[in-house]
């Protein structure tokens, strides 16, 4: 069995390593000159979108899976009927689309902040009046970690919003006085089977994740966004790891987006899982049985942005992961996971590496 993975970065390297353990061997194609998965197979060095490198990719590989989602879904079309591609491309198609992904969730009956797709300026102050201040200004496509979004507090921030943000499909969401953040995230593999792991609490900073802790302690809650995930896991006839982010405000739950990949919310199944994220997104996409996704006490995953500093490489407790990336500020370069017996031990050991 060969997986061909489109893109080969540290999801990518994660993924890699997992199939090397399950004695599988992985190709990946991505631009980059040697990306962080280049350590765990080959690299087809071309564009995402290289017709030639995609048919190299299908013609060489048993199954294709991605490690992100702004891959032209044009391209992975012209290969699907050669090769399975997993998750599926009409999931990749909603989770591109804010919109598209937003009409999901409500026909699904999973609820969203209120919303307006916005076209023109004279949307976008519609918007204001229906959805109230503060809202949320997103492009439709292409935004992550917190990029292509426009934070509007007062009437005086709805010119500006346009100016930075305007020429593009867009959308307007409601600001979410929320409780915490979570994330639902489970596999489904091609026969059907589903395992969902506990929900995990997420902290962001500047749009970008910086903790996650799992599990959380909500009975209800987690009932509650394991029963919408498995909606959008048999919606769309998924293979794979999908994760959802949710908003906790009360005992209510509001999707935010959900990604039809492996996520950085999910790096502490490594440690803190029977079975981690990445080797049940490739046990999925092979259809083969799926492993236990219980926990392994309270896990909690810490991200290193910009630097991994020198304490980081001499933990008495932890795990590094280190993606073998050149540092720069506001990157991703690597994580930490800890698991204790308890959350507050969990806890007293993610303060104190927050604090490196």
Not at 173 to 182: A, L, N, R, T
Not at 286 to 296: D, V, Y
Request: proline share 6%; with cysteine; aromatic share 6%.
């Amino acid at each position: 069995m060969r997986i061909g993975i489109i893109g080969a970065g540290q999801l990518g390297q994660m993924l890699g390593f997992a199939a090397s353990d399950l004695g599988v061997e992985c190709c990946f194609l991505d631009p980059s000159v040697s990306p962080p998965a280049s350590v765990c197979g080959d690299v087809i060095q071309r564009p995402f979108d290289d017709a030639t490198a995609l048919q190299q990719l299908a013609e060489n590989c048993d199954v294709l899976t991605y490690e992100f989602e702004n891959i032209p879904v044009a391209a992975l079309q012209t290969i699907a009927d050669k090769v399975p591609v997993y998750p599926p491309v009409d999931a990749l198609r909603n989770a591109q689309d804010r919109l598209d992904e937003k009409r999901l969730f409500e026909r699904l009956g999973i609820p969203v902040p209120g919303y307006r797709a916005i076209n023109s300026q004279d949307d976008l102050l519609a918007a204001a009046d229906a959805l109230e201040l503060p809202l949320v200004v997103k492009t439709r496509r292409l935004g992550y970690d917190g990029k292509g979004q426009f934070r509007v507090r007062t009437a005086d921030d709805l010119d500006t919003a346009w100016k930075a943000l305007g020429g593009q499909p867009l959308i307007a969401e409601q600001w979410v006085p929320f409780d915490y953040e979570v994330s639902a995230i489970g596999a489904r593999n091609v026969a059907g089977e589903v395992r969902i792991y506990a929900l995990s609490q997420n902290v962001h900073e500047d749009g970008i994740l910086r903790t996650s802790r799992a599990p959380v302690e909500a009975p209800a809650l987690s009932e509650k966004a394991a029963g919408y995930l498995q909606l959008l896991l048999d919606e769309l006839d998924y293979v794979g790891i999908l994760a959802l982010e949710l908003f906790v405000v009360g005992d209510r739950l509001l999707a935010n987006e959900f990604a039809p990949r492996v996520h950085n919310s999910g790096h502490w199944t490594i440690e803190g899982a029977a079975t981690s994220q990445f080797e049940n997104h490739l046990r999925a996409i092979m259809n083969l049985p799926l492993g236990s996704a219980l926990s392994r006490g309270y896990a909690g995953m810490i991200n290193l942005i910009g630097e991994i500093p020198a304490s980081a490489r001499t933990l008495e407790k932890g795990c590094l992961h280190d993606y073998g990336k050149t540092p720069r500020p506001g990157r991703k370069l690597g994580h930490i996971t800890v698991v204790g017996e308890t959350a507050e031990m969990r806890d007293a050991l993610v303060d104190i590496i927050e604090r490196m």
